[in-house]
């Protein structure tokens, strides 16, 4: 049995580190398999040599986060827990390294601070920064879109983009459209909702809905996007994998000059009718050669929801 005295000067911020009930340290002894026992301002760890240095990083870590002025919750420990030390930045320009000084990666946009929780999830926001055309590909609660929409309006509002699309296959899984009540908008809505969910987090309602009546904000069923070209634009294809190979090509050709792309779909999650290819697999196949283009994918171990749905996943995953 290994032990380590961590020491923090400010009691008040050892308080906020600790979180109500202790759950920011209960949660650091779960998963690294120690035992923090406070005494005054000091944390001692106990366990195996490996796992009390990990959580000593880990607390001092959140501990710096708190000195900096910025608040700790249950989501930064998950994500502390979760990182690697990664500093690579290559392929940024000089605003963009700002974000990802010292390894670490924020995503500022009106209303919060975003900030990536696992090693993948980091790499995908760093491809989306450093790429014309992303892909992010893997299961439910990964944050492959929530990540792409939060970079769409950063660069929205820092003047990178002129305007915000956002896109999904309006696939009928269950109820048929022509038989749900309401003119067309209505209908698709529900089907763009979790669009207008993501951008609700990160700019005002008001702002979002002014936005949208200025055009400068589209939300839309991929069949909407035939003959346009997309311009100076922050791109999201959501839910790609029921997209059809010939909307998949007709989408892609949309990009235009100044313009960013994403791409993002589970592949496990296809509802297009038997027999129907997915487009997304076909870009896979088609598209991983052009290194102009980044594929990042997502495992059960980079969901951030419930921790109930990556046991979900892992579940169906070894049942297939």
């Known amino acids: ?112 601070l975003v900030e990536p929780r696992t090693d993948a999830q980091k790499s995908y926001v760093k491809s989306l920064f450093a790429h014309e055309l992303a892909f992010g590909i893997g299961p439910a609660g990964t944050g492959k879109t929530y990540l792409a929409v939060a970079v769409g309006v950063n660069m929205f509002v820092e003047g990178h983009v002129d305007r915000i699309i956002l896109s999904r296959p309006a696939v009928e899984a269950g109820e048929k459209l022509g038989y749900l009540p309401g ?56 839910e790609a994998q029921n997209a059809t190979s010939m909307q998949m090509k007709m989408f892609l050709t949309r990009l235009g000059e100044g313009s960013r792309m994403v791409i993002t779909g589970d592949r496990t999650q296809i509802d297009l009718p038997r027999g129907v290819p997915s487009g997304l697999a076909d870009a896979e196949r088609l598209l991983t050669a052009i290194p102009q283009i980044s594929f990042n994918y997502f495992t059960a171990k980079d969901v951030v929801r419930h921790p109930l749905v990556a046991a979900i996943i892992e579940a169906y995953e070894a049942d297939g």
């Open 1 to 112: 049995m290994h032990q380590a005295a961590v020491e923090f000067p400010d009691n008040k911020l050892l308080i906020d580190l600790c979180g109500e009930y202790d759950r920011h340290l209960a949660e650091i002894e779960r998963v690294l398999a120690v035992q923090i026992v406070r005494r005054g301002n000091q944390l001692a760890v106990l366990g195996e040599e490996d796992a009390v240095q990990a959580a000593a990083a880990v607390l001092h870590a959140l501990y710096a986060r708190l000195e900096s002025g910025k608040a700790v919750e249950f989501a930064d420990v998950d994500r502390e827990l979760r990182m690697g030390s990664d500093d690579d930045a290559g392929g940024l320009d000089g605003d963009q390294l700002e974000m990802f000084k010292g390894g670490a990666v924020e995503i500022r946009t009106r209303k919060k």
């Open 183 to 238: 003119d067309m908008k209505e209908k698709v809505d529900p089907y763009m909702q979790p669009l207008y969910d993501a951008l609700g987090d990160f700019l005002p309602g008001k702002q979002v809905q002014k936005l949208i009546e200025e055009k400068r904000i589209e939300i839309a069923p991929l069949a909407f996007m035939r003959g346009r070209t997309l311009s100076n634009a922050f791109v999201v294809l959501d």
